[in-house]
């Protein structure tokens, strides 16, 4: 099984909300990552988590927040957003923690949350 | 991870074959992929090769890898309307978290 699960599908949000972004993995995979996507591009990396505890941030702004509350569970919390974050938002996992390139570190990808901020 | 480039558009007629070419830059590549993102949905791992090979076989699935010339390809027999989705080669790097993506080839399979 290398299923990896996002919620929700679809999310449209105002740019004063506040919402969340959630990915699940049952994998036993020991990194997490998100990644945006603009349609038609290629996926740009967001955030890793290695063990529970952020590796890498990749110049994220602020209104991105980031959570690993265990093992499985991976969020993104979001905050006063711009028209420009709308975007499909995927969540992936590998196997490995963040160390070297092995085939552990293959990364499995959920079905994504298609965000729309107005 | 560096560059990778992939051309944009692949059109095919059902029942042939397809070749998606790719190239990278990166000599320290060590895992080579190649992602299926059909519309509106997340990306499929379809195949991955490790650098110390020149050629994975699965199904209708074939990855050719030149390292000498860093290119890569996926050809796909028998294609099918199913097949039609934008298709990403992506790379790492030994000591190297991210994977390098390129721009995508939009695959058509037309009847």
């Known amino acids: 099984d290398t299923e990896v699960t996002q919620t929700p599908k679809h999310l449209v949000m105002g740019m004063t909300n506040k919402k969340s972004l959630k990915c699940e993995q049952h994998m036993g995979h020991r990194a997490m990552y998100w990644y945006k996507q603009k349609a038609k591009k290629p996926p740009e990396l967001m955030f890793v988590?290695?063990?529970?505890?952020?590796?890498i941030n990749e110049s994220v702004p602020s209104r991105f927040s980031p959570e690993c509350p265990n093992s499985s569970l991976l969020n993104l919390h979001l905050h006063a957003l711009q028209p420009e974050d709308s975007a499909l938002y995927l969540c992936a996992s590998s196997q490995g923690g963040l160390a070297g390139s092995t085939s552990t570190d293959t990364q499995y990808f959920g079905p994504g949350t298609r965000l729309t901020v107005l | 991870g560096e560059d990778v480039e992939q051309s944009l558009f692949l059109s095919v007629r059902e029942g042939d074959s397809s070749v998606i070419n790719c190239t990278y830059t990166?000599?320290?590549?060590?895992?080579l992929y190649w992602y299926k993102q059909e519309p509106g949905a997340g990306l499929q791992l379809l195949t991955y090769?490790?650098?110390?090979?020149d050629m994975k076989q699965d199904q209708r699935l074939t990855v050719l890898l030149n390292k000498k010339d860093k290119h890569l390809s996926l050809r796909i027999a028998d294609t099918q309307t199913g097949d039609s989705a934008i298709y990403f080669c992506a790379e790492v790097g030994s000591n190297d978290y991210k994977l390098s993506f390129g721009a995508g080839t939009t695959v058509t399979v037309r009847a």
């Open positions: 990166d000599s320290s590549s060590t895992y």
């Open positions: 988590y290695s063990y529970e505890k952020l590796s």
């Open positions: 090769i490790f650098s110390n090979m």
